[in-house]
């Protein structure tokens, strides 16, 4: 059974840093792409990032480029979400996922397998 946890969320002031982290066990994570997804109050749940198996780093979403950076250790099976320049409207609870190699497009939450339950994120203006 494969489970996937985050943590590193909290409340920040805007302009500040958050590093989160996701750890997936029971799973081969190393054939996995690594997704971030994020979902704030009312809104539908929104692609933020994704690294593949090999390493590279797919496309952001526009709102977050310049300002956030995945990276994956495959070793200590884990993602992180590093999270420069916070903004308020970041706020949202932000879940990490993993696709197994699919032809799906990443930035779509359906093609991603598995699935953490989230971790709160909040920025003060």
């Known amino acids: 059974q494969v489970q996937v946890v985050e943590s590193g969320g909290g409340l920040v002031q805007a302009g500040d840093s958050l590093r989160l982290s996701c750890v997936v066990s029971?799973?081969?994570?190393?054939?996995?792409?690594m997704g971030w997804f994020r979902q704030a109050p009312g809104k539908e749940r929104e692609f933020v990032a994704a690294i593949t198996s090999r390493d590279t780093i797919l496309p952001y979403q526009d709102s977050v480029k310049g300002r956030f950076a995945i990276s994956r250790d495959n070793a200590k099976n884990t993602v992180y979400l590093q999270m420069n320049s916070l903004k308020p409207e970041d706020a949202a609870v932000y879940s990490c996922?993993?696709?197994?190699?699919?032809?799906?497009?990443?930035?779509?939450?359906?093609?991603?397998?598995?699935w953490g339950q989230g971790t709160q994120v909040s920025v003060s203006s």
């Open positions: 996922a993993a696709r197994r190699p699919s032809s799906s497009t990443y930035t779509v939450a359906s093609g991603y397998d598995y």
């Open positions: 029971g799973g081969t994570f190393g054939t996995y792409t």
